[in-house]
């Protein structure tokens, strides 16, 4: 029997002893600091049904076991089920599993797909790649066919978390799109990129749509949209469609309207359409004609003394000059070859102008450009005096310091147009210089007191490389249409313009890396057009090379083939 006195001692051992352990214990939980961070995305190790499976049985529940724990969700939508299930699923996210139960059995004879989002991620916030893709069927085979491509911008920018939308064509062009939910949604990932899997033969249409309100429908009023330029069919002649590419873009109207003409601080009317005018197909300003009438004296009608665009900041809307209206109330009235628009309530008052002019735009900018591209003209952001321009108003300094002055003419009373008369092809860059205090509104308001100076700077032909490929399409066409390429540099953003009718091209660039794009241009109008939902026309056939072209200075980049298909 232990002793009283020999027992504390023996006891306060263990309590020391049980201490120590658990906190060696507790000190091994975690990574220790200053570890590596966890870039590892997680992956999916298994589920039930298995990937890949045939004749499933019927049940309502399918089971993924991830590699590592997964954050619940708490917005964007991380899971897409196709085709789409008349009723919500129930989704259960537990640790490393996600447990889904369909409201319904699953259906006799079906494929079901399971793709993800990159809104789920791990605990360390890696997303899980979005080409993960689970199928099964309930059938006795997979379909498999396959559409993939990518989510860009009108500036050729990929566009992630973007839905992209399968439909039934027919269903499609039955009900169109704002009240047709898709079969097969999907989502684009960090670069753009989207694939369709496992899909059984038939005729579709896809859209790609910022669903900005997670409803599965695109909203006209709300949302981009991006149309394909083809259509999308299924069969045994074709399992795969590659590289397809949806160009986000604007809704527009089928028709054109004026949704506000007013009067500005400078005497101008800017006037605002409910579209934007400058890929409007009917909207000509050459052969514009823009008219008040004046609500107050019938008799009273004015002519515009002249219209010009807005910077591209605004592409909707044009700006006017009428020169001095008497002051009340007037109907605004445009017509455009067979297009005739009215708004009807403009207010002309009494303006105490007090700003002074400036330059809205300068062209070219500062960029280096070929010598023989040459558009020279500068915007003024209002009508200008022009009794009041004398000779040096406008001069040139080049590279060996000789004074040149340049031949102008205005187009109308803000647009000032120079000739190219001045160039030398031994001098690769000029100052452009404007005497501000020449410079005044019909106000009398100076531009300023200085001189106003821009760079102008040509390309040197010894920095030219030369590119050289191949136009590959599968389209024809009844008629000759023009293949337009453009080539953009990455550093300075700046592009470079061809138009070939033939299965060749050749270009000469300043050396600098470049990427490649182009479009058939199917109507002859030198734009590209992004197709439209109503009525429906498919966007025009485009393609992005998909490397990048490095261009050095005397030397041939050959063999480029780009492709249309």
Known sequence: MMSKIGFTPFLKSIILLCSFVSFIGCAEIGAPPGGEVDKVKPRILSSTPINGATQVAIDNQIIID???RIKNPTTQRPIFISPRLKNEPHIKWKSDKVIITLADSFQVDQTYIISFADGLQDLRNNPIDSGSILAFTTGEKLANGSIDGFVIDENSNPKPKTVVALYDNELFKRSGIDSLYPLYMGVSSADGYFSFQYIPDGDYQIVS???NNNNDLYDSDKEMYGLPYKNITLDCTNKQIKKLSLALTNYQPDSLNIISARQTDNNLFSIQFNQNIMT??????SNAQL????YDESSQVYSSAYINKNDSTNPQSISAYFGELPIGNYKLSLLIDSLSLTFDSVRVKELNDNRAPFIQLFHPGSLKIFKDSLNMFIQFSEPIDTTQISPETFYLIDADSNLVLPKYSFINTSLCQFSGDFISEEI?????NLSEFDILDMSGNQMGDSTTKHLINFINDDSLGVVKGFIQTDFSFNSTVNQILQFKNISTQQKFTIVETLSTFEMELPQGKYLLSGFIDINNNSRRDFGMLAPFEFAEPFSLYPDTIIVRA????????????
Not at 280 to 285: A, G, L
Not at 291 to 294: D, I, K, R
Not at 554 to 565: G, P, Y
């Open 554 to 565: 005397r030397f041939e980049s050959t063999d480029i083939q780009l492709e249309f298909k």
């Open 280 to 285: 409007y197909s009917k909207f000509d300003m």
């Open 66 to 68: 991830f590699s590592e």
């Open 428 to 432: 690769d860059n000029y100052v452009f």
């Open 291 to 294: 008219t008040m009438f004046n």
């Open 209 to 211: 749509f910022t669903d």
